[in-house]
């Protein structure tokens, strides 16, 4: 069954369909839009449930249909009633109009609705205008009943490349003392789909500017004003060397490991003392358990973990990666081929690091890859006769350094 005939049963009851929210949003900007989500109006639940008895009913807080591939929710208004992000009173029925339910959602972009007979749009609160302006703003003060929509205006920010109002803004700031009831996991997902914009660091730059950077993401707060040498860094602090260097990251890959490695490589600057300053001597070891701890507190993958782990305490090895004795660079490529990051994707990292510093560069990835390929495990065995185990990885890391000092780069 068609949405258009699923709309035409609803309105022969009497009700209506809408498409809402993000697809609408979506479909004005000329952008894909995967998940499409409905408004009934106009009919209750019990009578939707016997139009579509096929429909499969979802949704704890709220009845939530699913058929041909899209969500029907019937209009709804919310009242908060607690702290946090759950904490809300639901009303759903007939009697609820679409302005009532675009009403209760957080910021005018997502509050447009287009009738699916009839194509008419339905845009009460400027979402349109604020589309061609490429302004985020909230419906209203009823934003702030909800810490969450601090984290999704920081992830639209960066998605959509919009600026957000002041008053926006404001409303963002006065929420800092909820966001500690929200669960990791929901600020993971915001967080998550920031790093697969174009431009992350619109994420991590409203939350500065809406001063709530430092309650789930400390470890990029304390980079903010973390001073560096200006010879090798006249981006200014390590926060905006971060920054820059994670925008980057998206020029060289879409793997959110190897982002997310990119934005945590730095992180032990942020524990220098001041007195230090612009040195951030041992910041290699030191990011590694300010990495660890953070992964923990926002639950963050394991996954992505050992990628930033790796990042972390190998970043700086690899950008001086020609300044090796032949030794140590088959220690350096024989360990990151075997970590989770990788050769390929600490290239990345330390590229991005590095920015529009060319000197004395190397591809340490195409060097190391042609290494491991050309002198192989299999072929020393063949040349000395030796059976797999401690003797041949000692002959085959002896064979790979004569191939280093063979190398003519």
């Known amino acids: 069954m068609g949405i258009e005939e699923i709309a035409k049963k609803i309105d022969n009851s009497g009700g209506r369909l809408y498409l809402v929210g993000g697809a609408v949003r979506d479909k004005l900007l000329g952008r894909n ?44 208004k919310e009242k908060k009633v607690g702290l946090g992000h759950k904490e809300f009173e639901i009303v759903s029925g007939k009697e609820i109009t679409l302005k009532e339910d675009l009403e209760r959602r957080d910021i005018t972009i997502n509050a447009m609705a287009e009738d699916v007979l009839s194509g008419e749009l339905f845009d009460y609160f400027g979402g349109k205008k604020d589309l061609e302006l490429g302004i985020i703003r909230a419906i209203g003060t009823h934003f702030k009943e909800d810490p969450l929509r601090v984290y999704r205006v920081a992830r639209f920010s960066s998605v959509l490349g919009f600026s957000v109002d002041k008053e926006t803004i404001s409303m963002m700031k006065s929420l800092k003392s909820e966001l500690k009831y929200l669960s990791e996991e929901r600020v993971f997902e915001e967080f998550k789909k920031a790093l697969a914009s174009n431009k992350p660091s619109i994420f991590f730059d409203v939350l500065r500017k809406s001063e709530v950077l430092d309650i789930h993401f400390k470890p990029v707060y304390k980079l ?34 190897i982002r997310f490695s990119v934005l945590v490589h730095d992180f032990g600057k942020g524990e220098t003392k001041k007195e230090e300053y612009p040195h951030h001597y041992g910041h290699e070891e030191k990011g590694v358990e300010v990495v660890r701890k953070f992964c923990n507190f926002l639950k963050i993958p394991k996954a992505w973990e050992k990628c930033g782990i790796v990042a972390a305490r190998e970043h700086m090895r690899g950008g001086i990666f020609n300044k090796m004795k032949p030794s140590k660079k088959v220690d350096f490529i024989e360990r990151i081929d075997k970590s989770y990051l990788g050769l390929e994707g600490l290239q990345i990292v330390v590229n991005c690091d590095k920015g529009i510093r060319t000197e004395g560069d190397i591809d340490f990835c195409k060097i190391g890859k042609k290494c491991l390929s050309s002198v192989t495990a299999n072929m020393v065995s063949e040349k000395y006769n030796i059976k797999p185990g401690i003797e041949l990885g000692k002959k085959l890391h002896e064979e790979r350094v004569i191939w280093f000092k063979n190398l003519k780069i």
Do not use: W
């Open 33 to 76: 839009s995967y998940d499409k989500d409905f408004c009934v109006v106009g009919i209750d639940n019990l009578e939707f449930s016997k139009l579509f008895p096929n429909a499969k009913l979802d949704g704890k807080a709220f009845p939530v249909y699913r058929m041909e591939g899209c969500e029907f929710a019937i209009a709804r």
């Open 224 to 257: 903010i004003g973390a001073l560096q040498p200006e010879k090798y860094h006249p981006e200014g602090d390590a926060y905006n060397h971060t920054m820059i260097a994670l925008d980057k990251s998206c020029e060289y890959t879409t793997d959110l490991k």
